[in-house]
């Protein structure tokens, strides 16, 4: 059974506002897990407690990821891995001119805290894995280690950190925190590299949180997806034999909106809305979507756990994508 190092604040709160029920026509528990911790905060960082405790063991000095420019993960695993002593290199994705991605969002921060950053074109994101291997042997023939954590920090490894928040939330519905002491109809939440999906798959049947498990594409599909989430899974079993399968998965890949990355008109307005009722703030790259599908599913649980995995740099960065914002009022 693989180690992992504490770096969360954890257990994260399990949040109710009447205007969120009345929003989603649910009643509507959300996991705080945008609050994991500071700068650092959303879900990597439960797969991050792993994937650096796995870092540290293998003596590496540099860890080395990928993502978006305004990947959250790449922010976090930079801020994590200064905190832990290493150095962390970032091949990020970018389809504009490389010297004008501006310092704001993640971006902003991966630089504060003195990532080195290689951009990189699309087409060479598709062979990212290579191309962090390569640089990781470059590290090798100077006498320093260096760690590749995949995109999103999804493998079975990292996928560990999402099974250990089903036993933390079994705990926190056994004490009564989220109401009734039984299962949820739904846990939904979103997707967009698959680890926190096949970690909360493997975990929620277990732990008696919920049968139903709503993965949220935010990109790629719902077949990409489910095989991806299985790949994971069973890497995740190979380190710790007690898993059980994922369970109860079921992919949706309707609400991903017009890109990764963009919401569409609807969505925008009920991120806005949701923030102006509620105060509860969501990206539109990620929860903005995931929470949208919940409002619209259907079926629609009765009693919903929404996991709000973070995304705020992202949208300090974006935020203009959803409108001028002029009124002042609910409704405006
Ligand atoms: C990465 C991320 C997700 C998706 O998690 P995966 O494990 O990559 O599928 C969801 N929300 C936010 C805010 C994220 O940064």
């Not at 102006?276 to 703030?281: A, E, H, K, S, W």
Request: net charge neutral; charged share 25%; aromatic share 6%.
């Amino acid at each position: 059974m693989p180690r992992k190092i504490a770096l969360a604040h954890l257990p994260t709160p399990l949040w109710r506002n009447d205007g969120l029920d009345d929003i989603v026509g649910a009643e509507t528990w959300v996991k705080r897990d945008d609050a994991t911790l500071g700068a650092e905060a959303g879900n990597k960082i439960r797969k991050l407690e792993y994937l650096l405790a796995g870092a540290i063991d293998e003596g590496a000095s540099t860890v080395i990821t990928c993502g978006a420019v305004q990947s959250n993960h790449a922010r976090a695993t930079a801020l994590l891995a200064r905190g832990l002593g290493m150095r962390t290199e970032l091949f990020l994705r970018t389809a504009d001119e490389r010297a004008t991605e501006p310092f704001t969002g993640n971006h902003f921060l991966d630089r504060l805290v003195g990532a080195e950053v290689h951009f990189i074109t699309p087409s060479e994101y598709r062979d990212r894995m290579a191309l962090m291997t390569q640089r990781a042997e470059q590290i090798a023939h100077t006498g320093e280690r260096a760690y590749v954590i995949p995109e999103g920090g999804s493998n079975g490894l990292g996928a560990l950190g999402y099974v250990d928040a089903m036993r933390e939330i079994e705990h926190q519905v056994g004490l009564g925190l989220a109401g009734a002491r039984t299962p949820f109809d739904a846990v939904v939440h979103a997707c967009g590299s698959g680890g926190t999906s096949a970690g909360i798959a493997m975990g929620a049947g277990a732990f008696g949180v919920t049968s139903r498990v709503v993965a949220v594409a935010v990109c790629d599909d719902k077949r990409y997806f489910e095989k991806t989430i299985a790949r994971i899974a069973g890497e995740a079993r190979a380190l710790d034999p007690s898993l059980g399968a994922p369970h109860g998965l079921e992919l949706r890949d309707e609400f991903k909106g017009p890109a990764y990355g963009e919401a569409s008109p609807a969505q925008k307005r009920f991120i806005v809305d949701v923030a102006r009722r509620t105060g509860l703030v969501l990206d539109p790259v990620y929860s903005g979507k995931a929470l949208f599908a919940l409002a619209n599913l259907v079926p629609k649980p009765k009693r919903a756990l929404f996991i709000h995995t973070g995304g705020l740099p992202g949208l300090l960065a974006d935020g203009g994508q959803l409108g001028p914002l002029s009124g002042t009022d609910p409704g405006d």
